[in-house]
């Protein structure tokens, strides 16, 4: 199974602050990875797929990168509604697909 | 407007069953695969299932394969998730979601807000 470790756990940001989330697999995913947004109260958002790529309707202030191993989700200007928990996922070992254990970006 | 609603969670003895419905709107079951995603409380998503639009291919996790089974109904507005032999480990809220049908399956796009199952005696 691939393992997603996202880090770090918590992030603590100032609004208008960027922040950078971190996400690791213990295998080669080449880009076949993405990322959900988790607001309190509400389901899962897909933020990016395909590693870099935004999904419908999601702000140019969020940004991912990475191939292979390391992917990184940067989030620029951070905005209230930022504040959430954030999951990695990849789909590589598809029709398998595994989910990180999240990170929760809290305001500082 | 796409919609996933979830229902038929509850309380369950352990070794018992139940049956989750999940009810889309906004687009056809024969159009896009749908999967089944479970989150138990401090834990984080673990896919369970997933159904392919024309319904000959599913796919199950390790941890249900053997136990649970997705099936539609004949109108295919309603999938199912029947759950058999239930563990204490199967507590969790339980979503349905939508494949994205981006570059390749296995992105979700659109999520139910859950159903919470609890399996305890």
């Known amino acids: 199974e691939v393992v997603l470790t996202q880090s770090p756990a918590t992030l603590s940001v100032s609004p208008g602050e960027g922040a950078t989330l971190t996400c690791r697999a213990s295998?080669?995913?080449?880009?076949?990875l993405a990322w959900y947004q988790r607001r309190p109260g509400q389901s899962p958002r897909l933020l990016i797929y395909?590693?870099?790529k935004r999904a419908t309707g999601i702000p140019a202030r969020f940004s991912a990168s990475g191939s292979g191993t390391d992917f990184t989700l940067t989030i620029t200007n951070l905005e209230a509604e930022d504040f959430a928990v954030y999951y990695c996922q990849q789909r590589y070992s598809w029709p398998t697909i595994t989910f990180g254990q999240g990170t929760r970006l809290e305001i500082k | 407007q796409v919609q996933l609603v979830e229902s038929g969670g509850g309380v369950v003895q352990p070794g018992g069953s139940l049956r989750l419905s999940c009810v889309i709107s906004?687009?056809?079951?024969?159009?896009?695969?749908i999967h089944w995603v479970r989150q138990a409380a401090g834990k984080g998503l673990e896919w369970v299932a997933y159904?392919?639009?024309?319904?000959?291919?599913?796919f199950y996790g390790d941890s249900v394969k053997g136990r649970f089974s997705v099936s539609t109904d004949n109108s295919k507005t309603t999938l199912y998730l029947q759950m058999s032999s239930l563990r204490s480990d199967d507590t969790a809220v339980y979503h349905c979601?939508?494949?994205?049908?981006?570059?390749?399956?296995?992105?979700?796009?659109?999520w139910g807000q859950g159903t919470l199952v609890i399996v305890s005696s």
């Open positions: 295998q080669n995913v080449y880009d076949y």
């Open positions: 906004g687009f056809s079951l024969d159009d896009v695969g």
């Open positions: 395909g590693a870099s």
């Open positions: 979601a939508k494949d994205a049908a981006l570059d390749w399956n296995g992105y979700l796009d659109s």
């Open positions: 159904r392919d639009d024309d319904g000959t291919s599913i």
